[in-house]
């Protein structure tokens, strides 16, 4: 009887298992399934370079059906709305019933926009391609007005909202008004020192305004209140972008497994759930512990890392071979922080500048999930800028 393998979100997590599972040399390949809402993979750590056109969006968002059309992955776009876990069968939106000996838990998270009145209304959130194009389509609309100044106000001053700070700050240039607002102390409080000064440097450099210990209490359609301290000032606002926090995808949080204090699933360190060994959970949908019991972190190389030991933990399950416990190694963090600027610190290094801005390039696009994609990639690379001034040269010729 043919193993039928069911991964639910095609983030990096879901994708890389997939891919992953799919070079794994089986006695009797199983039956491999991939569903996601999406049509498109999204390279979300380069989704800010659409804002400043460094980018296009086929670059970082390839087609599931063309990064998988040369394994046996089989894509199925649908919306996933329930469970069966007695049954042990995924349903669909478009009624296709999917049944699995493994399932793979992999539905990322969501911006939650119930903490504060006004933001499910009127701020925008930065997770997906969606969501790019509609801040693109806000952009556009204001740069084309007559308006003098462009407020932008960034809640949250984590990785997200300080690279899509740097960004707008860079596009709108001295139109652009763009306030980072956050409840602590400091910006990234997370991260590196060095990281976290270059990017205060980055900030200062574009005349970003940064409002600490500030907390935003109402969003309202062209204003946003913020209460620092015991006072409560209401400011003028073009655009108000929401980057706080990750909610735990709503078909994670109605299902009857066991869950850590955050709300989400308890793994081993196999990222086998509790108590339900033929179902794993990697990503935002887990709090994922190594084989010292130590929590990872939900980022993207954390995600990449899950999947390699999934993939292999699955194989390991259904071929009667040992399971490896999780291993994480940190290997740092990568700042954008313009289109010529970023921040590095990792295994020892530290790069402030355009070498840094390279490297993070260099390194993603490693990432990237297909050789075939990531050579696209590089060869658009290496020739768009000769394009570039190619036509320039011809527009300077016929002026």
Known sequence: MTQQICILGGGFSGLYTALRLSQLPWDTPPRLTLVDQHDRFVFTPLLYELLTGELQAWEIAPPFVEVLKDTPVIFHQATVTAIDLSAKTVQCNDTQVIPYTALVLALGGDTPHNTVPGVRDYALTFRTLADAYRLEEQLRLREQSSTDKIRVVVVGAGPSGVELACKLAERLGSRGRIRLVDRNTDILK?????NRKAALAALEDRGVWIDLETTPVAVHPSAIALQYKDRVDELPV???????????????????????ASGRLE???TLQVVDHPEIFALGDAADAIDEQGQVLPHTAQA????????????????SD???LPLRYSHLGEMLTLGTDRAALSGLGLTL???L??????LTYLYRMPTLEHQLKVALNWVTRPLIEIVS???KEGYR
Not at 238 to 260: F, R, Y
């Open 190 to 194: 997370a991260s590196p020192e060095f």
């Open 238 to 260: 073009d655009i108000v972008l929401w980057t706080v926090g990750t909610a735990v995808s709503p078909l994670i949080a109605n299902l009857e497994l066991p869950k850590t």
């Open 267 to 269: 793994v081993t360190p």
């Open 303 to 318: 995600a990449f890392q899950q999947a390699d030991y999934a993939a292999w933990n699955l194989w390991a399950s259904l």
């Open 321 to 323: 071979r040992p399971l």
């Open 352 to 354: 402030d500048g355009p």
């Open 356 to 361: 840094a801005y390279l490297a993070r390039r």
């Open 392 to 394: 320039g040269v011809d």
